[in-house]
């Protein structure tokens, strides 16, 4: 079965501190690995699609990496409309599997 | 239209009664998935649609909960016989492909919140 695991489940920073969120997972043939934006009282935004070892996206102030059993989303001189809960989710057939979040909370 | 649109954005209703939540996806995705989402977690699957049939439906927690695509766009989650425990945000989400979902990954909705009292 398809797993997700977030870590931690909460982080405050101060503005201009970077830090890296942690998605460990287990899945069956991964055709993606997703990371996803969530305000409250919105749907997931999606920010990026990983599909292999060693492949990274940027985005602005955010960079995601991904190795064969965990991704990392790193966040450089975050501001705080960063602040959000950032989802992972991985595509083993052709469901995704998310994993229950990390509440980001930057600062001024 | 634009995006995933999701209606109503809110629900009330009493215990027992049926509802009816409405996902109009994006035009032209052939890939549409329900999802729940509980307050603090992630969202939860709990079917997907290729066009007009359900390709997975694994994720729906019992015979009380259905939903349809009649004509492979709008689609209706039904759920009977409410009880407290449905209370959850419900999500829906489309995408170009049932795969990959294109380099964009999958366009969800703002959600049905659904209070069940």
């Known amino acids: 079965e398809d797993q997700v695991t977030q870590s931690p489940e909460a982080l405050r920073l101060q503005e201009g501190e970077s830090s890296s969120l942690n998605c460990s997972y287990t899945v069956s043939g991964l055709r993606g690995l997703f990371w996803y934006r969530q305000d409250p009282g919105k749907g997931p935004e999606f920010l990026f699609t990983l599909y292999s070892a060693g492949e990274e996206k940027e985005k602005e102030r955010l960079k995601a990496t991904l190795t064969k059993k965990e991704s990392f989303l790193h966040i450089t001189a975050p501001k705080p409309e960063d602040s959000a809960t950032y989802l992972c989710a991985v595509q083993g057939a052709q469901k995704l599997v998310f994993g229950q979040g990390t509440r980001l909370t930057i600062n001024p | 239209g634009a995006g995933v649109s999701q209606t109503p954005s809110n629900k009330v209703t009493e215990k027992g009664k049926y509802v009816e939540l409405r996902c109009d996806p994006i035009s032209g995705h052939t890939a549409l998935y329900w999802y729940r989402q509980s307050l603090g977690q992630g969202p939860e699957f709990l079917i997907y649609?290729?066009?007009?049939?359900?390709?997975?439906d694994s994720g729906l927690p019992n015979d009380r909960f259905f939903a349809v695509r009649p004509e492979g766009s709008v689609s209706t989650l039904k759920i009977q016989r409410t009880e407290r425990g449905d209370s959850a945000v419900y999500l829906c989400?489309?995408?170009?492909?049932?795969?990959?979902?294109?380099?964009?990954?999958?366009?969800f909705g703002s959600g049905t919140r659904l209070t069940v009292v």
């Open positions: 989400a489309s995408s170009l492909t049932g795969l990959r979902g294109a380099n964009y990954g999958y366009t």
């Open positions: 649609f290729q066009g007009t049939g359900a390709a997975d």
